[in-house]
């Protein structure tokens, strides 16, 4: 392939420039971010970015296609193996493709279905009002209990018994806690309703074998690629029962989109060998540990935490405690060079444009090697920002200590792949 230099486009290489800089001189807290790999960072834009491979393997709409049913079917055979599953669906173009995809395929309008509140942690495509998914299905939501800021499994029993929905959706983008798949699917099988984990935010977790599986327990498990997975951005993937598999494929194909991009299949191909080597447990390892240490950092600094802490990669800093909201505190860090997002919390009293809370996560900075210390110093001056809202001198503090550590720090450590 021609490499892009600035004759191409002098406008669009000048961003691109920008945006490397940005990058690599600051650092991503975002919970929802990761780098991917150079392999697959090379293997998207690659020459199967030009091929039409409508349909799916053996039963293309276009003749061409020997080299596209090949890598499919081998991405196909490396997510069932890296997951431990019976059957897989490659080809949709993002998590909340797949979601909407498989809703409209599955479900007829009046249909019951069960999620998360979104305010309690769950995501936009389980039925938000203002997202297309919210405008059929009779939605009904179950979120946290005051008193610990986690999942009430009574709670969503009684309301799985009293709404008998056709599938409860489990699985959010800022809970930081573990959700306890098989309690789930006892009560979606006392309601006869499917249980459908979305594992956008932890499947790296769990490809890693850091956390539990949600299968067995799941019929259906639908992922981003982009976040703990550190796979390409723009990628879904549906792992699912083999009973579910025709309508599943179906959803995606001819159900909702037309020919699917097969670089990026061929990017997640990569990534899901990737996931399933000694390097990437040792990756998942410490995005863990690492997420505990940021949450040291913050605790000793007297930061409040939706729910007391973490049991994954992400947190959620409760600001509504410390008379401050997330919008000013995700300004602040930005001067310091740190990228975060401000993000409701169960119960917020603010708008979403203010938010009561930050998000933040540790599988960014984890695949540009940061280590514990390094991550429990960061979680203790992002605690003296907030605790000051916004001190000049506390995020000059931070901005120095960004400067220092991200000088001459590639995007992706190269431990990290065999
Ligand atoms: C991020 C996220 C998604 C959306 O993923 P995309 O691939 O960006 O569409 C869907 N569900 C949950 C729970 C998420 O956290």
């Not at 401000?342 to 809370?357: E, Q, R």
């Amino acid at each position: 392939m021609e490499k892009v230099t600035a004759s191409s486009d002098k406008e669009v290489y000048n961003l691109v420039q920008m945006e490397e800089r940005r990058q690599l001189s600051q650092i991503s807290l975002v919970a929802s971010e990761n780098y991917s790999s150079p392999a697959i960072r090379s293997f998207e834009g690659s020459i199967f970015a030009d091929k039409n491979a409508e349909g799916y393997p053996g039963k293309r709409c276009v003749s061409g296609c020997e080299f596209a049913d090949k890598l499919e079917n081998l991405a196909i055979d490396r997510a069932k193996s890296a997951f431990g599953c019976e059957h897989a669906n490659v080809q949709a173009m993002s998590a909340t493709i797949a979601n909407f995809a498989i809703m409209n395929e599955l479900f007829q309008p009046l249909d019951g279905l069960m999620a998360m509140r979104l305010q309690d942690g769950g995501h936009l495509s389980h039925g938000a009002p203002f997202h297309a998914s919210g405008q059929n299905f009779r939605w009904c939501y179950y979120g946290v209990s005051k008193a610990d800021e986690q999942l009430d499994y009574d709670e969503v029993r009684s309301i799985a018994l009293e709404n008998r929905p056709a599938a409860i959706i489990c699985g959010g983008s800022s809970y930081p806690r573990l959700i306890d798949y098989e309690k789930m699917h006892q009560i979606a099988r006392e309601v006869d309703a499917l249980l459908w984990v979305d594992l956008a935010h932890t499947a790296g977790l769990v490809a890693g074998r850091v956390i539990p599986s949600p299968l067995p327990h799941a019929d259906i498990v639908t992922t981003s690629t982009h976040k703990t997975l550190r796979g390409p951005r723009g990628g879904g993937l549906i792992l699912c029962k083999n009973s579910l598999a025709k309508q599943i494929d179906r959803a995606i194909f001819p159900g909702l989109q037309g020919a699917p991009k097969m670089d990026l299949i061929a990017a997640r191909a990569s990534l899901l060998a990737e996931v399933q080597t000694v390097q990437f447990r040792e990756y998942a390892k410490d995005v863990l540990k690492n997420a505990k240490a940021l949450e040291r950092g913050l605790i000793y600094e007297g930061v409040t935490l939706v729910s007391g802490g973490t049991s994954s990669h992400l947190l959620l800093i409760n600001l509504l405690s410390c008379g401050t909201n997330g919008s000013q505190i995700e300004k602040a860090l930005l001067q310091a060079q740190v990228v975060t997002n401000k993000n409701p919390i169960p119960f917020d009293t603010l708008p979403p444009s203010k938010a009561g809370g930050l998000r933040i996560g540790s599988a960014a900075m984890t695949t540009r090697g940061f280590n514990e210390e390094q991550f429990f110093e960061v979680g203790g001056m992002i605690g003296k920002v907030v605790m000051s809202e916004g001190n000049h001198d506390r995020v000059e503090e931070l901005r120095s200590f960004v400067e220092q550590n991200t000088q001459g720090l590639p995007l992706f450590n190269r431990k990290w792949v065999a």
